[in-house]
């Protein structure tokens, strides 16, 4: 695990610049990632999937990295098998607890990789990195009711459903989406270990 000088969205934490998994890079967004973010987040059930419209331009892109991606604790997934940039994983703060020590992860993978587990490898590395490196209590996770697959990643790495918020999520498009609620608390993940 590498170090960088930093400050992360926890005050006084490190930022670490690379993880890794058996099959998987998990390192920091740069501007240069750019045109690699694009090519799947132009995709058209990748964005939707999570709510937000695909990518039209390279810039739009670069933009997320700079204004997303690059001020939280966001990680491009890079696949070591062919050296490619093929997902997104990070937090952000946790919008439902102020004052406590939690975040909110979130990801999305490009489609020509889907199903292959690939997501849950990374989402393991990045819940460890967010209870033994940042020091968090609890990390959690929303996705909609209709994500199925984010549901399978979710449950598959093993944090516990806390309930549905109807209509909470209005998407892009304007259509509105129930959500779930998940989280794992520290003592949950130790215990699994
Ligand atoms: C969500 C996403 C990251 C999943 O990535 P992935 O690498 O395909 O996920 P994994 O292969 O690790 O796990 C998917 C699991 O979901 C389950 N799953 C997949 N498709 C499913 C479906 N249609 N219905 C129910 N469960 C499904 C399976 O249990 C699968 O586990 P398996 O490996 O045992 O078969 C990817 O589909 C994606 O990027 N979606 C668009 C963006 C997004 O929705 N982000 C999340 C927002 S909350």
New binding site residues.
């Given amino acids: 695990m590498i170090v960088i000088a930093g400050i992360s969205a926890l005050k006084g934490v490190e930022m670490v610049r690379e993880l890794e998994t058996e099959r998987l890079f998990i390192r920091r967004w740069q501007v240069k990632d750019a045109s690699s973010l694009f090519e799947y987040a132009k995709h058209k059930?990748?964005?939707p999937?999570?709510g937000w419209k695909p990518h039209e331009s390279v810039l739009e892109s670069r933009n997320i990295i700079t204004t997303l991606f690059m001020p939280n604790d966001s990680f491009k997934i890079v696949l070591k098998e062919n050296n490619k940039i093929i997902?997104s994983i990070g937090f952000e703060p946790d919008k439902y607890r102020p004052g406590i020590k939690s975040m909110e992860l979130?990801?999305?993978?490009s489609h020509d990789?889907?199903?292959?587990?690939?997501?849950?490898?990374a989402a393991l590395r990045v819940i460890e990195y967010g209870f033994s490196d940042l020091g968090l209590d609890i990390i959690s996770?929303?996705?909609?009711e209709i994500?199925?697959?984010?549901?399978?990643?979710i449950k598959?790495c093993g944090f516990v459903l806390e309930g549905n918020l109807r209509r909470c999520y209005r998407i892009y498009t304007g259509e509105i989406r129930n959500c779930m609620v998940f989280s794992m608390l520290k003592e949950e993940w130790l215990s699994r270990k």
Avoid: C, D, H, P
Wanted: glycine fraction near 20%; avoid cysteine; charged fraction near 20%.
């Fill in positions: 059930e990748v964005g999937a999570a997902g979130g990801y999305s993978l990789y889907w199903g292959r587990g690939l997501m849950t490898e996770i929303v996705t909609t994500n199925r697959r984010s549901q399978g990643v598959k």
